[in-house]
């Protein structure tokens, strides 16, 4: 059983920069990949960001490459998204997840965070 806590979403102007992080509980942590998602008002949740589980595979949404940049710390049981150069149309719920294998689709994460609101105006 894994419990996921996300924090530091916000509001933030155009240009600007972010980095959320989610919280586990649980011995098992360390055993997870971990990826972000995020839901925009009215919108279906999407992929954003994805580590293996021991950190040293990453995997990106095509269009989020090069601005977005996933991490975790296993000794802290811990993962982050650092978001650069925010734009308005990154507008999202943003939610981390937890489950076995680095995948893109929501369906294959067994664990869910309450998620964490990033507004970013124009």
């Known amino acids: 059983q894994v419990q996921l806590v996300e924090s530091g979403g916000g509001l933030v102007q155009a240009g600007g920069s972010l980095r959320p992080s989610c919280a586990a509980s649980?011995?098992?942590?360390?055993?997870?990949?971990m990826a972000w998602f995020r839901q925009p008002p009215g919108k279906e949740r999407k992929f954003v960001a994805a580590?293996?589980?021991?950190?040293?595979?990453?995997y990106y949404a095509d269009s989020l490459k090069g601005r977005f940049t996933i991490s975790r710390d296993n000794a802290k049981n811990t993962v982050a998204l650092q978001m650069n150069s925010l734009k308005p149309d990154d507008t999202a719920v943003y939610y981390c997840?937890?489950?076995?294998?680095?995948?893109?689709?929501?369906?294959?994460?067994?664990?869910w965070g309450q998620g964490t609101q990033v507004t970013v105006s124009s």
């Open positions: 580590i293996s589980w021991s950190g040293g595979s990453t």
């Open positions: 649980g011995r098992t942590f360390s055993s997870y990949a």
């Open positions: 997840a937890a489950g076995p294998l680095v995948r893109n689709v929501p369906g294959d994460y067994d664990y």
